[in-house]
């Protein structure tokens, strides 16, 4: 079984920065695609950023030009870089890893609120 382990989160003021990371306890292999989403309440989850397996990234519309997610394969781990933050991003953020044989990994969540 993997764990994916999310940190970074926490309380920010509008247009502030802050960074996400997401740790696999150990080597993922055949990922299909991994990613970020987010879940505010109240709302349905949402896709926020993604990278498959080909290199290919994805990022929601809301986003996009001040979200960067990135990965590092040597410490098993993925980052989600926020800047400009906006109070609409506030909510729990999860990162998620699907591998190509159906595999489904989440993170536990981490709180993100953007203060006014």
């Known amino acids: 079984q993997v764990q994916l382990v999310e940190s970074g989160g926490g309380l920010v003021q509008a247009g502030g920065s802050l960074r996400l990371s997401c740790a696999a306890s150990?080597?993922?292999?055949?990922?299909?695609?991994m990613g970020w989403y987010r879940q505010a309440p109240g709302k349905q989850r949402e896709l926020v950023a993604v990278i498959t397996s080909g290199g290919s990234i994805n990022y929601a519309d809301s986003v996009k030009g001040r979200f960067t997610i990135s990965r590092d394969n040597a410490k098993n781990t993925m980052y989600l870089q926020m800047n400009s933050l906006k109070p609409e991003d506030t909510a729990v953020y999860y990162c998620?890893?699907?591998?190509?044989?159906?595999?489904?990994?989440w993170g536990q969540g981490t709180q993100v609120t953007v203060s006014s």
């Open positions: 150990r080597r993922l292999f055949s990922i299909n695609h």
């Open positions: 998620n890893v699907f591998q190509s044989l159906g595999s489904n990994y």
